[in-house]
């Protein structure tokens, strides 16, 4: 599902380069459930910036159920991005002016699908915010939004789910209540999730941990627990 191959990515400090990440290769199978644990630094938030398209590397390639990202236009690359990624934020990212309802229609709406909003409700029964739907973020504790995030992530049943560090936000027992929901979801709808995490209980019910320090990849072990 996904192939990554000596990715590269150098930023500018003042007159310096950073090397952020220095020829990484990684295959995550289709339907696998794969953590990419390290210390705080050590990549794993770009590699995954890298593998939804939303950066450029400096050298190497990503490629997605085949289609390699550097070869698409920026049309076709946000149609991938948009019929096969859902992107979970540590964040959440929602938009503070829109509902919980409004924000999960959004990738909805973009995608031509008729009764977004309606789907959306339902979209939210599902990740258990039931009379949550004409609350703003505001309104909503972390875990709620992180909830509605999910949603919004899965709303056009991507194949590909990534999620980076989604519990990072959140006390331990909301963050395991997120972390079912996305196994659950997962389960359901036979989506590859990669999940950016420095936590080992979390990386335990991967499949396989991928680990990263200082921009490379040291090695990586089958999970104790599995998906």
């Not at 770009?46 to 190497?60: E, K």
Request: net charge negative; charged share 25%.
């Amino acid at each position: 599902m996904v192939r990554v191959r000596e990715l590269t990515m150098r930023l500018p400090s003042g007159r310096a380069e950073i090397t952020v990440l220095d020829g990484v290769s990684l295959d995550v199978g289709r339907g696998e459930f794969v953590a990419v644990s390290g210390p705080s630094g050590s990549g794993k938030s770009t590699l995954l910036g890298l593998v939804a398209g939303l950066d450029q590397p400096t050298s190497g390639s990503v490629a997605i159920g085949g289609r390699e990202l550097g070869r698409l236009d920026e049309d076709a690359l946000a149609r991938l991005r948009r019929e096969t990624v859902g992107y979970v934020f540590q964040s959440f990212h929602l938009i503070p002016t829109l509902t919980a309802a409004e924000n999960v229609a959004v990738p909805l709406e973009l995608a031509g699908r008729d009764d977004a909003l309606g789907r959306a409700g339902a979209l939210l029964d599902e990740v258990g915010l039931e009379g949550r739907a004409h609350h703003y973020p505001v309104q909503l504790s972390g875990g709620e939004q992180q909830r509605v995030a999910i949603a919004r992530a899965v709303a056009l049943a991507p194949p590909l789910l990534l999620a980076d560090e989604p519990t990072g936000n959140l006390d331990s027992t909301t963050g395991a209540q997120i972390i079912e929901l996305l196994l659950r979801l997962r389960r359901e709808r036979g989506a590859t999730l990669v999940m950016v995490t420095h936590d080992p209980a979390l990386a335990a019910h991967a499949d396989r941990v991928v680990m990263l320090h200082d921009g490379r990849v040291i090695g990586e072990r089958r999970a104790a627990n599995g998906g």
